[in-house]
């Protein structure tokens, strides 16, 4: 018989409760938005030092959280920004404090029995939609939106993974995780998101190689020049990318093999936010400022994208949305935390890369990776910000170990 300590036990209700009201909050609203300020409160109460500990010591999670909240001096919708940034940052502690209080494993399998719910309910489900950019009728579940829909299913493919392949301390956390595996990319395929399914087993295939790259019997300075000299190729397609983009040899290459050159009128949705930014290029709009009614911006983009004012919306880049909201002093710090994240998975990938970093390495990697088409990050009330509080501090806790073992000169 399996045996569950009482620790194990609250760690594990208290993820299952926290995640299932951030993947249930678009169905549910209000109700589960308490729900996860109640239990994810009485984590922070519980464990109040070492929170405010992992606060201090991952200043840079907190820095979108603060600025949001001091964008209220210049927004426009100055109420709506004070509210969305108290959100922002109550959603952020709490983040912090399952990472510092809660053991990965007992986070892993609570999400996982959460994901594992909603996926097998939108499943069998038939609540669709018309994607107004595309025309076709998309599974969207009970998650609002074909991108929150596959967004959500790609992390329950992580998560999966991870307890399934290393994290797992026993069968029945093996099962969770091989069926949060299945559900996830069941519901990845019948949403029709190619993107998020390619990208989703790019992130994982990108792990084993970065493990098995890291066990290579060469020497760490080899190791790092390889690192370097990836990340340099990377940042010259993307320049090259950026220069051609838009351009009629483009527009020409993309009619010719059959694809939008607006990428989905994504390229005008750009445009708009380039307006924007020239309005308030230093500090930006404010948090959560752009898409009000009767903003003139919001309401271009809201009609763009064939969908009805007032409802959420982004700019579909990570880059662009979030210059437009803290403008390029937000753009400065994002541009830090990016250079922060290739940083540490660096470190990890010379010589130091372990079965446990596979789940926030393929977090990292897939939403990086999705940036220049989609907006994940920064949001009030989702998991996926609240994974990446956890993403970060697992991150920042292997880097910090390899950095150690690299100064006592255990890698040659």
Same mark, same amino acid.
């Given at each position: 018989?399996?045996?569950?300590?009482?620790?194990?036990?609250?760690?594990?209700?208290?993820?299952?409760?926290?995640?299932?009201?951030?993947?249930?909050?678009?169905?549910?609203?209000?109700?589960?938005?308490?729900?996860?300020?109640?239990?994810?409160?009485?984590?922070?109460?519980?464990?109040?030092?070492?929170?405010?500990?992992?606060?201090?010591?991952?200043?840079?999670?907190?820095?979108?959280?603060?600025?949001?909240?001091?964008?209220?001096?210049?927004?426009?919708?100055?109420?709506?920004?004070?509210?969305?940034?108290?959100?922002?940052?109550?959603?952020?502690?709490?983040?912090?404090?399952?990472?510092?209080?809660?053991?990965?494993?007992?986070?892993?399998?609570?999400?996982?029995?959460?994901?594992?719910?909603?996926?097998?309910?939108?499943?069998?489900?038939?609540?669709?939609?018309?994607?107004?950019?595309?025309?076709?009728?998309?599974?969207?579940?009970?998650?609002?939106?074909?991108?929150?829909?596959?967004?959500?299913?790609?992390?329950?493919?992580?998560?999966?993974?991870?307890?399934?392949?290393?994290?797992?301390?026993?069968?029945?956390?093996?099962?969770?995780?091989?069926?949060?595996?299945?559900?996830?990319?069941?519901?990845?395929?019948?949403?029709?998101?190619? =993107?998020?399914?390619?990208?989703?087993?790019?992130?994982?295939?990108?792990?084993?190689?970065?493990?098995?790259?890291?066990?290579?019997?060469?020497?760490?300075?080899?190791?790092?020049?390889?690192?370097?000299?990836?990340?340099?190729?990377?940042?010259?397609?993307?320049?090259?990318?950026?220069?051609?983009?838009?351009?009629?040899?483009?527009?020409?290459?993309?009619?010719?093999?059959?694809?939008?050159?607006?990428?989905?009128?994504?390229?005008?949705?750009?445009?708009?936010?380039?307006?924007?930014?020239?309005?308030?290029?230093?500090?930006?709009?404010?948090?959560?400022?752009?898409?009000?009614?009767?903003?003139?911006? =919001?309401?271009?983009?809201?009609?763009?994208?064939?969908?009805?004012?007032?409802?959420?919306?982004?700019?579909?880049?990570?880059?662009?949305?979030?210059?437009?909201?803290?403008?390029?002093?937000?753009?400065?710090?994002?541009?830090?935390?990016?250079?922060?994240?290739?940083?540490?998975?660096?470190?990890?990938?010379?010589?130091?890369?372990?079965?446990?970093?596979?789940?926030?390495?393929?977090?990292?990697?897939?939403?990086?990776?999705?940036?220049?088409?989609?907006?994940?990050?920064?949001?009030?009330?989702?998991?996926?910000?609240?994974?990446?509080?956890?993403?970060?501090?697992?991150?920042?806790?292997?880097?910090?170990?390899?950095?150690?073992?690299?100064?006592?000169?255990?890698?040659?």
């Amino acid at each position: 018989m399996l045996e569950i300590k009482k620790d194990t036990a609250i760690g594990i209700t208290a993820s299952f409760l926290i995640t299932s009201a951030l993947v249930w909050n678009t169905f549910l609203g209000s109700v589960a938005a308490l729900l996860f300020i109640l239990v994810g409160g009485t984590v922070i109460i519980f464990h109040l030092h070492r929170t405010l500990l992992g606060i201090q010591y991952n200043w840079m999670v907190m820095s979108y959280p603060i600025l949001a909240l001091l964008s209220v001096l210049w927004s426009q919708y100055p109420e709506v920004t004070f509210r969305s940034s108290i959100q922002f940052i109550l959603t952020t502690v709490i983040g912090i404090a399952v990472a510092y209080n809660i053991k990965k494993e007992q986070f892993f399998v609570g999400l996982s029995g959460s994901v594992i719910i909603i996926m097998a309910l939108s499943l069998v489900s038939h609540r669709v939609e018309t994607n107004g950019m595309t025309g076709e009728t998309v599974l969207i579940g009970y998650l609002g939106s074909k991108n929150f829909l596959a967004q959500t299913a790609s992390i329950g493919f992580f998560v999966g993974f991870g307890l399934f392949y290393t994290l797992a301390k026993n069968k029945v956390e093996k099962i969770i995780g091989l069926l949060s595996i299945v559900f996830s990319i069941a519901v990845l395929l019948k949403a029709k998101s190619l =993107g998020a399914t390619v990208t989703s087993f790019g992130s994982i295939f990108a792990c084993f190689c970065l493990y098995h790259f890291s066990n290579f019997s060469i020497t760490q300075r080899a190791q790092k020049a390889t690192v370097n000299l990836l990340y340099l190729l990377a940042m010259c397609v993307i320049i090259f990318v950026y220069i051609i983009f838009g351009t009629p040899e483009f527009n020409h290459f993309m009619i010719e093999i059959g694809k939008d050159p607006t990428l989905t009128s994504r390229t005008l949705i750009w445009a708009e936010g380039d307006k924007a930014i020239a309005q308030a290029p230093i500090l930006g709009a404010g948090y959560n400022a752009i898409f009000q009614i009767g903003n003139p911006i =919001g309401d271009a983009v809201w009609k763009i994208g064939l969908v009805p004012p007032g409802v959420g919306f982004n700019f579909h880049n990570m880059f662009i949305h979030w210059t437009v909201h803290f403008g390029y002093v937000g753009l400065t710090i994002y541009l830090l935390i990016l250079a922060r994240l290739l940083y540490n998975i660096r470190l990890i990938a010379c010589g130091h890369f372990q079965k446990s970093d596979f789940i926030p390495v393929a977090y990292f990697v897939f939403f990086i990776s999705r940036s220049v088409l989609e907006v994940d990050w920064f949001a009030q009330f989702t998991l996926a910000h609240v994974m990446f509080c956890f993403c970060w501090i697992e991150l920042e806790s292997s880097a910090q170990k390899a950095k150690r073992l690299n100064n006592k000169g255990n890698i040659s």
